[in-house]
């Protein structure tokens, strides 16, 4: 099933997409759901055109927990070592927009990147999860871009700005569920630029899989439903200037686009 979160006539709502394919939103309807799609929920039948809404972030998460140089390639094009663990940091809610939202290039920096990445959206409350039991603590999958001021990363040790300003966050177009562990291991990544190829990659080069990234984090801190894991970047990073359509694919979910603006 694919959960979409979604507003119109000021109301805001989640719903589940129905219709063929992952892309063109033409011919696609949202069922609207009975309250929030963690755990049991039902369907209401009202159906909306997904023409007549606005898409919102699929989730509106407490925290986004991201980890950084999962892909070897990716280190290596940026002159980084592999890490022996995991790193992680975070991005505030604040950063976190829809797909057809716009990334603000933040006045601070004069290099900001794309990297997509697959994220993983959390079902249910969670801490210290075991290998076995990760597939019961996730709702589901969405395409995410965790844009990059890459000069201020190199000039801070911390990468709170870097990673966290307003709109570095694109989530979307919603949450597939209907994705297993083993499928999400082993998914095509591309991410275009104006239409021209930038990033292709497949989630089986993650050097850390999902299991060790929700076994990582769950031993220091409890997530909460509607949480979000971003996996690490594939290899092609590069820039992102005023007027680009950044858009980010992933097999078997779909397509987040967004434009980037001017802030302010």
Not at 111 to 123: S, W
Request: proline residues 6%; contains cysteine; charged residues 25%.
């Amino acid at each position: 099933m694919r959960i979409a979160r979604f507003s119109i006539d000021g109301n805001v709502a989640f719903g589940a997409v129905e219709g063929g394919g992952t892309g063109d939103p033409a011919g696609l309807a949202l069922d609207v759901i009975k309250g929030i799609p963690y755990g049991d929920f039902e369907l209401s039948g009202t159906k909306i055109p997904l023409s007549k809404v606005r898409l919102l972030p699929p989730v509106l998460p407490n925290k986004v927990v991201a980890i950084g140089r999962n892909y070897a390639e990716h280190a290596v094009e940026l002159g980084n070592e592999v890490p022996d663990v995991p790193v992680a940091f975070f991005k505030p809610t604040t950063s976190v927009i829809g797909t057809g939202d716009a990334i603000e290039y933040p006045s601070f920096s004069d290099e900001v990147h794309y990297e997509a990445e697959l994220a993983v959206v959390i079902g249910r409350l969670c801490r210290d999860v075991p290998r076995e039991r990760v597939k019961d603590v996730i709702l589901g999958y969405t395409c995410a871009n965790d844009v990059t001021a890459r000069d201020a990363q190199k000039r801070e040790k911390q990468w709170a700005r870097a990673k966290g300003f307003d709109t570095s966050c694109p989530l979307g177009p919603w949450v597939e569920t209907g994705i297993d562990l083993a499928r999400a291991g082993d998914l095509t990544i591309q991410c275009t630029v104006n239409g021209e190829q930038r990033q292709l990659g497949r989630t089986s080069d993650m050097i850390r899989s999902i299991e060790d990234l929700v076994v990582h984090i769950t031993e220091a801190m409890t997530l909460l439903p509607g949480d979000v894991i971003l996996t690490g970047t594939p290899a092609g990073v590069g820039p992102l200037n005023v007027g680009d359509e950044v858009a980010v694919t992933i097999e078997g979910i779909g397509t987040l686009t967004n434009k980037v603006i001017k802030r302010g």
